[in-house]
């Protein structure tokens, strides 16, 4: 037998090993370019101030680039991330009723939200920063409105600078290492007088929330380019069936009705290479795309009821705060009624109607 015969030889055995070499990372690529293929983005919303009579309505939604949308992002997440507020994580992402109490001031919102802010590039310093990078769109409003039009106040109100940035990049880190991606978060603010003229236009307050809320997630998903989309959103009262409503925000498709109960409603629509699933769910909060949206409504509406009261209370001596919910709401309105009629401020202004 002639060497080489046979057998593989010293060359061909270089020749099979660099082919495994490349087979090796061909695979490698492929599977790459299928992880990326099979990303989703996941929209969160939620509302803060849809009881009170005075002071703003919020409504947020964030969006999340994430490798399958049915993931539970708090496990995800977990070496930086928890829900509990009384945690060591670097950062609680939580419903803003767990999170927030009068007597504790802002510093757990402000440790959840101001280091997520930061992933997007936002450093918030001041009440106008703030409103810049949340609600862009208010400006107009807040300069109509005499509490917000000259307030000032740094950012934080409560929280550490220098911790905010500590928790930040855990948080920075986090993501990374679980191929996670903050896209965006976005509010919607609807002051009193807007408040009451798009209630006397839908003809409740619910239809306002609803279309709003649809709005905001239509604006979300242009983030989203050819992804498949799941959004999921808390429950809005009582309401089971929100066909009509997003039919009409999105009318290029026919939007098909997946489930409706109590506990759950759920929709899609779209083309085959890119679907949008939405979830109306009764303690929707408990997703971690809806907490943060739920923080950072509640954060604004907190900013916004500081600069009220402190408007009010530079006038009117010994003039007790509200936090502007029906009933302290009524002995508010009483209480600044005088100076009110003095300044020739319009009612619309400061008191919703529903």
């Not at 690529?29 to 996941?42: F, G, K, L, N, P």
């Not at 940035?165 to 920075?172: C, V």
């Not at 679907?275 to 971690?288: C, M, Y």
């Not at 954060?299 to 009010?312: P, T």
Request: aromatic share 8%; with cysteine.
């Amino acid at each position: 037998m002639r060497p080489g015969e046979g057998t593989l030889g010293v060359a061909g055995l270089h020749e099979l090993a660099g082919a495994d070499r490349i087979a090796r990372d061909l695979k490698v690529e492929i599977d790459s370019c299928d992880r990326v293929t099979q990303m989703a983005v996941v929209i969160g919303t939620d509302e803060a101030g849809y009881g009170p009579n005075l002071g703003p309505l919020l409504i947020a939604a964030t969006a999340w680039r994430v490798p399958d949308p049915e993931l539970d992002l708090f496990e995800r997440l977990a070496a930086a991330v928890s829900d509990t507020p009384k945690s060591a994580a670097a950062v609680t992402i939580a419903d803003s009723k767990e999170l927030y109490k009068p007597q504790g001031g802002l510093a757990r919102l402000e440790q959840g939200l101001l280091p997520a802010l930061r992933m997007l590039g936002e450093l918030p310093r001041c009440w106008d920063d703030i409103w810049s990078s949340l609600a862009p769109r208010s400006a107009n409003h807040l300069n109509a409105l005499p509490w917000h039009s000259q307030y000032m106040a740094a950012i934080p109100r409560s929280a550490d600078a220098d911790d905010i940035e500590h928790r930040a990049s855990a948080f920075r880190e986090t993501l990374r290492d679980a191929d996670v991606q903050l896209l965006g978060i976005a509010c919607r603010a609807v002051f009193p007088q807007e408040f009451n003229d798009l209630v006397d236009a839908c003809g409740s307050k619910g239809e306002l929330l609803s279309d709003a809320t649809l709005q905001l997630v239509a604006e979300q998903l242009e983030l989203a380019g050819d992804e498949p989309v799941l959004v999921q959103c808390d429950k809005h009262g009582g309401r089971n069936r929100y066909s009509p409503l997003l039919q009409r925000q999105f009318p290029e498709y026919l939007v098909e009705i997946v489930a409706e109960g109590r506990g759950q409603s759920i929709y899609r629509w779209g083309p085959a290479s890119r679907r949008v699933e939405i979830r109306f769910t009764a303690k929707g909060e408990r997703f971690l795309p809806a907490a943060l949206a739920s923080m950072a409504c509640k954060y604004l509406r907190e900013l916004a009821m500081e600069a009220f009261n402190d408007y009010w209370r530079q006038r009117i001596s010994g003039l007790k705060p509200t936090a502007g919910y029906p009933v302290d709401a009524k002995r508010f309105r009483a209480d600044i009624a005088a100076t009110q009629q003095e300044l020739k401020i319009d009612d619309r202004l400061l008191w919703r109607c529903r």
